[in-house]
């Protein structure tokens, strides 16, 4: 029934000749809609819960907590936790965490395909965690929400991926649109962080939607922001060679603050996961943020959103300020990796701008000839300086701050600084917080055709089995000469139980001058190894081997068993083979494809009794993956890949919906295609 009807609604599109574009861009309206409302009943949960549980708004929270008795204040963040541990636990297991990194990695290894329930789920779980003082932010939680409502509209109307893919990017742009009121920096975000594509044909729905939404909160939350308008003020110009220095110097501070959270966050993740592993949510969560319940009756200021404390910041002192930066920087990051749900963009907010007021009260202590005002500049400055060293993503961090003061004269200092923290942190670290858990995981970062060929595939496929192997009380004339024979530079030492115990890099061998026989008997294997030679091993992705081989500048590499035998070595050379011979078959494959449209089939034929063909999707295939049709169970047949007819690109996804007009790139057996094409005629 539920295909009858959306095949009626799409026909219903076709017969109203509603071009793709023009379908995209209702699409990308009602994403900007729903996120909206999403956003509104998400802050309407926060706030009703927060009055439940501490009497008083988000807003008013700091204060209100102050006057609860010790033992509630103590009990309330592992209240709100445990509770939402148990929908994690037993109803929604996406809905905990912050969510991005399980968003990034629906991107790349779902395909974009978010369970639906998650958008309501996780606004309950970040909803009990944020009203109960846990310090994570609603920003996060709703970017997930948006992104979970693009892809359920994708799926409803039974989009192919790479539509399914670009309405989660519209999702999470109208999530942090309507959260921050930057549809600007929605925007960015989503094309830089989300999608990484600037095409136009991404951009477009991608700015309707976050425009909508931006729109959309503006209309029924008039004067909404996410962080107090009046805390901000206005900043003062650059306006000599010493504020230069100092917002450089102040760039530099909050790279290593980022850096600093990036890697807290990342050790304490691989800490916890111990944890994680041995006990369900709803224990294991309460249990970690133990630490924080512990601390934040004595320091109420860490509590919450923390947004009344950015309105009082200016009665307190630099020490206290800079104290509580880096306090709840450090509780931060332990209730990121706990797995609490929340967002961590409001958190970070909160500790650059808290760190900036800090740093900026010392500055004319130190420079009394300086513009007073400059203190608030840093405060200003300091949000986008550590959200761009923490993610890692300047053009965003740049625009949103924008976007929220509307300070044209903040922009010089604010690119300054920003540029600096981001510049340091990508040279300090290879991942950011945003993608730390994809890096923990082993899943490539950089998502681009070329690279996923190096990424996808291992050093198994470029193994050569001979090397040149030595034993370690041979000889440096012996070594030499099995290393002549072979041609090669390196040779690899085992022990009496063949065991690998280093490699020997030979480049001394090319030398004519020394008397190698002379010093022979002095020297052996196990004096010139080196054990910190890097190794490779059969499943190492081919990405890997090649980066070990570049900082090593090494033209080969040994493989190595589980037990630590050699089995072989990888050589550059078979490296840079294999990926051309990839790139050309990949072309090829594209270029039989686009022959094949518009006809019945066209195929490559090879040993007589194989094929690669290109075969037409029918009525029979509309509407049904390739899980569903089981062409390889039935008929034996591989789909090698299917070339989307709504964007002439090609998917190799086993859930994707076969849609007018695909194309089956199929291989097997001749008479096995032909059956399945009579079968499925």
Known sequence: MKKISLYAFRNFLEKAKLKEGTFLIFAAVLIGILAGCAFLCFNWLIDALSRLFIGAPTMAAVERFKELPLWYKFVLPLAGVFISGFIIKYICRESGGAGFGFLLKTLKKNNGIMPPKLSI?????SALSIATGVPLGNEGPIIVIGSTIGSSIGQFLSMPISRIKLFVGCGAAAGLAVAFDAPIAGTIFAVETILGSYAIGTLTPIVVSAATASFFGSYFMPGHTALPAAALGFSAEISSGTEIFLFTTFGLINALLGVGLIKLTYFNSNIFDRVKAKLPEYIHTPLLLLPFALTVPFVPEIFGLGKDVMLMGNGFTPAFLIGIALLKLLFLSIAFASGASGGIFLPILFVGYI??????????????????SIGLSFASVGIGALLGAATQEPISSLLLVFEITRDYNMLPSLMLSTVVATMISKRMTDFSIYNYQLFKEGIPIDDSEEASIMNENFVELCLRPECVIVHKDEELPQILDKMRDKERFESYVVDDSGKYLGAINGVFSSSNKVDYDAIGSMVMARDLLDTTFPTVKLDTPLSQAMRFMIKREVIELPVLSDEGKVLGCIHEHDLIDFYHREILS????????????????CSIEFEDEYRIEAVPTNKKMWGHNLIDLKLRENFNVLVLAVREKSTGKGTMSPTKTLEIGDILIAAGKKEDIDRMKSELK
């Open 121 to 125: 789920f996780k606004m309950i779980t």
């Open 355 to 372: 760190f900036g007021l800090g740093f900026g009260k010392i500055i004319p202590m130190l420079y009394p000839g300086l513009d007073p």
């Open 586 to 601: 990949k072309a090829n494959m594209l270029k039989t494809v686009q022959r094949a449209e518009g006809t019945e089939a």
